[in-house]
């Protein structure tokens, strides 16, 4: 009876490792598209503060001056309206800089170092934005095999340590006859 019952479970852990196997190269495989549609976003974000702050470049241009000169002027008044319209115009061009500086370093790391300078560099409020709007992709670049094929690993190796932990649970539940 034990032989007759030790096929099908065979059976059923090979077929769980292959589908571990499998889900790990699916997520994997999804980072270089979810990375993607990120960088397009964060370009969105981008593009829009300059266009924002080229508005307030011009608007000091009118009054001769630079926009640190201009946001320092709004920071001066007495007003405090006045004055919390350069604490913003300040975040803004300071958030700016940030995503830049973000968008450069994303754009310039290697295909396989870029889910650490992802983690990095990233702005999650920006990151949560894509997730939710995220389509799934089919990965066929070099890069998306790569990290199929590292996902296919990692879930391999996930259910393997799995199993290994679990099984002596198992075995000594058999032996212990209660």
Known sequence: MKKLLRYPLRFLSGLLDRLAAL?????????????????????????????????????????????????????????????????IIADLAARLWQLEEALQALVSATPLTRWFVFIRHADWSIARQCWHSFTPGLPTTPEGLVYAGVGLLLGWFLYSLAQALLS???????SNPS
């Open 23 to 87: 889900l790990g190269a699916t997520l994997l495989a999804q980072f270089p598209q979810f990375y993607g549609q990120y960088l397009q976003r964060l370009g969105g974000h981008i593009d829009e503060l300059r266009r924002t702050l080229s508005a307030y470049e011009q608007a000091a241009a009118t009054l001769g001056l630079s926009l640190d000169q201009y946001i320092e002027e709004h920071l001066a008044a007495d007003s405090q309206v006045i004055a919390s319209s350069g604490e």
């Open 168 to 174: 002596p649970a198992f075995k000594e539940k058999k």
